[in-house]
């Protein structure tokens, strides 16, 4: 790794001059100038590495650089850069069949989108459409995308200053037997008193006003929650009985990220529509889309389908998902993700939470995994404040700057530190970090009670 810090700050300069970064105050951040990126690891243009346990925004996959998907955008530029979504393409086609071949059962139509809110846009676009009906559920404890439907529907705190002039949406609470809210004492028991809370939610919106419910089949940023067996499929049959459009959002858990290539395939459920961007190419170039049942094409196949981008299905990040599929298959490592979360993420962060008082609970699949931080393992009282800022957030705050200090990039989110490598990753990478991880954990363990 070469070192440039003059490049490095000439960098660093133009992008606080220009450029407008998304989520943040824009006098107060520090955005890092990085230089180049290969595999699990980046470097900036000091010359200090790091080894990247956030898949930048979990979207990496397949690690930075993949030699294989990089030749196949470069052949594919050389060949059509760009060509209108009403054309019959090659890479387009072929990325569709790809994807067709592996979503559960007969999602067999691909309608394509530059990431993943807009692909959750359309979703509830063909579901209001095929339903006639209007009312949106999601939970509370979700993250669907920054554009207006796809906010709304999340759960986070992003949604408190973006719902204004969106109607139709209504939040309940999912499945999280850590923290539960049925009092449940066990997983059985929270999963039916999670369903007999949406049953009960849905029964008081009207059933016959609800288009569709909406989950992420494991949630991402707001927590890494597994559902409890049977919740999916309770959440399937309610659908049915209603008439309701099941959408299960796999934007951050599909495409090898939980040892399967949907997270859905770990409960043999099939949805009516599923969301997907992020791994579905690793994040080479921007690509999303809507996999569609059989009955909602069929919605379709008369009548026009009111939507579409310039850029759905751009022969681009089509050829970039093709060959990041291909590579996916033929390196095992959808298989690789399962292995490392069974034998080594899932064993050591048991192991941590044995020695570290600050863990309060450790969960995931795969290589998607929290570590849930708290005060008082009693309490289960967080170590954070729910959306903390400033000195209330100071143990995270810590706690993730001493990561970056020692050649961990983290991520974090409110008490929680997700160890979300590449699906790629070694056994030794991943080793390196969690040792990092379990120095830095005394940091956090300081701040219990
Ligand atoms: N859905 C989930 C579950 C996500 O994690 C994200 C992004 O983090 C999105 C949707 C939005 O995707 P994008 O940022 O590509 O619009």
Redesign the pocket.
Known sequence: VDADPALGQAVKAADRAHVFHSWSAQSVIDPLAVAGAEGSYFWDFEGKRYLDFSSQ??NTNIGHQHPKVVAAIQEQAAKLCTFAPAFAIEARSEAARLIAERTPGDLDKIFFTN??????ENAIRMARLHTGRQKVLSTYR??????AN?IALTGDPRRWQNEIGVSGVVHFWGPYPYRSNFHAGNEAQECERALAHLEQVIAFEGPQTVAAIIL?TVV??AGILIPPAGYLAGVREICDRYGIVFIL?E???GFGRTGEWFAADHWGVTPDLL?F??GVNSGYVPL?GVAISGEIAATFAERPFPGGLTYSGHPLACASAVATINAMAEEGIVENAKHIGETVIGPELRAMAERHPSVGEVRGLGVFWAVELVKNRETREPITPYNAAGAANAPIAELAAECKKRGLWPFTNMNRFHVVPPCNVSESEVKEGLAILDEVLTLTDAHTV
């Open positions: 925004l979990v990431g993943g809110a807009e692909a959750n979700s993250y669907h995308g920054a554009t796809a992420e991402g940023t959002d934007v951050m858990a969301t961007a992020k999303g």
